[in-house]
């Protein structure tokens, strides 16, 4: 298994803001994941982040709202732009393509 | 809709017993199913995967698989108050590394 390290853990945030959560795995991974939580509700996949390569996209997620980066095959940014109270969330960034293993998350609260 | 459901619960069950919990899916061509356990705060940490139909056994935890029925289920045995969590059923779909998961179900073990 991968050891992921996210950060930051937790950000209170002013709506109109942006904020840019990074992702540092220990191990070379071709491809990372960037889920979405909401409160109470399961995981969502935002976007598929590959190296060299632009960010695929789940439907209901763009890349205006959500800028992803990955400039190396250990690291990974996901913005979160122009936040409203509803991009109140936790994220998280995941790695494995046979079985997924989750960094520790973001809790963001926008108000 | 590819769609992943289990009950929401809370699922409450006496220290010693034997927790069920249950998953059905939509998509007929997935290939790979997982549980995993989410502490309130937490991120997924990945418990038991299964492939093939039947049953997987590892310690106190028994996945079961039947693919014509499409459900998916996991049992856990000796229940212990540390294993109160919700439990998500995770489902990747077929011919991609996308995993779609359940709203999770919430597991109360009563000491």
């Known amino acids: 298994s991968a050891v992921i390290s996210q950060k930051p853990s937790r950000d209170i945030c002013q709506r109109g803001t942006s904020l840019t959560i990074q992702c540092q795995v220990d191990s070379q991974v071709t491809m990372m994941f960037w889920y979405r939580q909401q409160p109470g509700q399961s995981l969502t996949l935002i976007a598929t982040?590959?190296?060299?390569?632009?960010?695929?996209?789940e439907s209901g997620f763009v890349i205006d709202k959500f800028p992803i980066s990955r400039p190396n095959l250990t690291f990974s940014t996901l913005t979160v732009s122009n936040m409203s109270p509803e991009d109140s969330s936790i994220y998280l960034c995941s790695v494995g393509t046979a079985e997924a293993f989750f960094g520790q998350g973001t809790r963001l609260t926008v108000v | 809709q590819k769609e992943v459901e289990q009950n929401s619960g809370p699922l409450s069950v006496p220290e010693g017993a034997i927790a069920s919990l249950n998953c059905t899916y939509s998509d007929r061509g997935s290939q790979s199913f997982f549980w995993y356990r989410q502490y309130s705060g937490k991120s997924p940490e990945l418990i038991m995967f299964i492939y093939s139909n039947g049953d997987k056994e590892d310690g106190r935890f028994t996945a079961q698989l039947n693919k014509a029925s499409q459900y998916v289920s996991l049992l856990i045995r000796d229940s212990q108050p540390s294993d109160s969590a919700t439990y998500l059923c995770a489902v990747m779909t077929s011919g991609t590394y996308k995993y779609i998961f359940g709203t999770g179900t919430r597991l109360k073990v009563l000491a």
């Open positions: 982040a590959n190296q060299g390569s632009e960010a695929t996209y």
